[in-house]
């Protein structure tokens, strides 16, 4: 009888370390978005469905111990073959998805949320199938269901934590199917030993063939992509560096957006990081690069924005938080963050690290990501407000968010939260891109701030070429965010993932691409 929960226990266990394994398979290739999530919790929960139902009347029909550790057994198979089968899949889509080929991308998506079918409804049959069999009498169900139950989610709990925080960082998304996979055809065949033992030489070659498979087919690598020249997997993200001639590019998930860019010599990059150096520039002339002092970076990455405001201030002290460890030690292996003895780096969330700080900064670059979605705890007006206790009377903070070309909702709501915080709020549309960055002050200031601080810049021996051009294109491609319409973001509510999959779904449904 105690195997009987036992088994209860490793079945709950599994299925949701499927589930969380599932997320990160598909994460590498299509995002973390509330619709990828939203659909992997749905349909697991369907096929979980179908398996209970399925299980108990199969389990009503043949109550014995020797079928359920088939099911379970066949279980652990069909968890195994889950990334197996997936890979030719995955490994398209990831082309697709470069080329955003939205056809391929759905068929793909489609195909191996299919793939789950069998081993979550195969899981979904255990739970029946152990209430039968333990139930002797009809005065007991009860009891029997309740213990099942609370064993099964036990089992669940234990499994929600698993793979994110142990298994993944550790063997991979892959070798993590596999060792769940082992993991159920061992308790299978535990199970079958107790009950028919001379049955059980025809399943033991399950646990050998994904023992198999381990050994000779998980070693490979996740993407092919070109110009791939590292990969690996944290608690938080997938992670790929790309070599493109002397630049190197991080691209996390499915790698729609660059978050970081390197060369050895160069240092305009033409994206939204540059743009973040304008901000204190609003500030009434004269404002020089020298009166920045101290520099913080929520969202560092792998150091871009640390590099061109050490080359644009000179090496003043800068916090960078970045949440991801292992982003930071790609960014020492690849990016040059070793390079910069002024930057301090905290594997931490930004609005803890930030609001444990003892310092104030001349400028705050707010540069958090997991396309396409800021964190919304980094969006609202409590965040916004001990941004403005850590900053200089004359600190300025710089947001980046995306923006659809014909769509500012989300960047109306962030300039409507920033002007409850701050005095002066501003936008610029960085070219040639999906992204607006938005500015605010501590103290009030003007806009005819920034052309005449640009003026007094350019008047120096030797201007710095990364300030010149930062505030050149903050000059020219001025928005008005209209925030008496945009809707203040607070940590009670803040919509930021729902704007978003509006303005994503508004932006396709109209045919771009």
Do not use: C
Request: charged share 15%; aromatic share 12%; glycine share 8%.
């Amino acid at each position: 009888m105690a195997y009987l929960f036992f088994t209860a226990f490793i079945t709950g266990l599994t299925s949701l370390a499927v589930e969380l394994a599932s997320a990160r398979l598909l994460g590498a290739y299509f995002g973390a978005s509330n619709l990828v999530w939203a659909t992997i919790i749905g349909l697991i929960l369907l096929y979980l469905t179908a398996g209970y139902f399925l299980g108990g009347r199969w389990a009503d029909r043949d109550p014995r111990p020797f079928t359920l550790y088939r099911i379970v057994a066949w279980a652990g198979v069909a968890v195994a073959l889950v990334p197996v089968v997936a890979r030719p899949v995955l490994i398209r889509a990831a082309d697709a998805f470069d080329a955003l080929q939205l056809g391929i991308l759905v068929g793909a998506f489609v195909s191996v949320m299919v793939l789950l079918v069998v081993p979550v409804t195969l899981l979904g049959m255990v739970s029946p199938f152990v209430i039968r069999i333990a139930t002797r009498r009809t005065s007991e169900a009860g009891r029997v269901a309740g213990r099942v139950y609370a064993v099964s989610t036990l089992g669940s709990f234990v499994g929600t934590f698993l793979p994110d925080l142990v298994l993944v960082p550790l063997l991979g998304t892959r070798r993590t199917f596999l060792l769940l996979g082992l993991l159920l055809t061992l308790t299978a065949l535990g199970g079958m030993a107790q009950t028919r033992p001379r049955a059980l030489w025809r399943y033991v070659w399950m646990p050998l063939f994904i023992a198999a498979l381990w050994i000779f087919w998980a070693s490979g690598p996740i993407k092919r992509t070109q110009g791939q020249i590292f990969e690996t997997e944290s608690a938080y993200n997938y992670i790929q560096v790309l070599a493109v001639g002397d630049y190197r590019y991080l691209r996390l998930n499915e790698g729609q957006g660059v978050h970081s860019i390197y060369h050895p010599t160069q240092l305009a990059y033409y994206g939204a990081w540059m743009e973040m150096l304008a901000a204190p520039f609003f500030n009434p002339p004269p404002y020089r690069p020298q009166d920045v002092h101290r520099v913080a970076i929520v969202g560092l990455a792998a150091g871009t924005v640390a590099r061109q405001a050490t080359a644009a201030f000179g090496p003043i002290p800068i916090d960078g938080y970045e949440i991801d460890p292992e982003i930071i030690r790609v960014g020492e292996r690849y990016f040059g963050l070793n390079d910069l003895p002024n930057l301090h780096t905290y594997a931490e969330d930004g609005r803890v690290g930030l609001r444990r700080s003892p310092y104030r900064y001349d400028l705050i670059v707010l540069d958090a990501y997991r396309p396409p979605y800021i964190p919304w705890h980094l969006t609202t007006q409590e965040f916004f407000q001990i941004v403005k206790d850590h900053l200089t009377p004359t600190g300025a903070v710089a947001v980046n968010v995306g923006a659809a070309p014909d769509d500012l909702t989300l960047v109306n709501a962030i300039a409507a939260t920033l002007h409850t915080v701050f005095p002066s709020v501003y936008a610029v549309r960085v070219p040639q891109t999906f992204n607006v960055v938005v500015y605010a002050t501590a103290q009030p200031t003007t806009f005819a701030n920034l052309s005449a601080n640009l003026a007094l810049l350019l008047q120096e021996p030797a201007p710095s070429d990364l300030l010149v051009q930062s505030l050149s294109i903050a000059a020219s491609y001025r928005l008005t965010p209209d925030w008496q319409h945009g809707e203040v973001f607070t940590d009670d509510r803040a919509p930021v993932a729902l704007l978003t999959d509006r303005m994503v779904l508004r932006f396709l449904l109209e045919g771009n691409r």
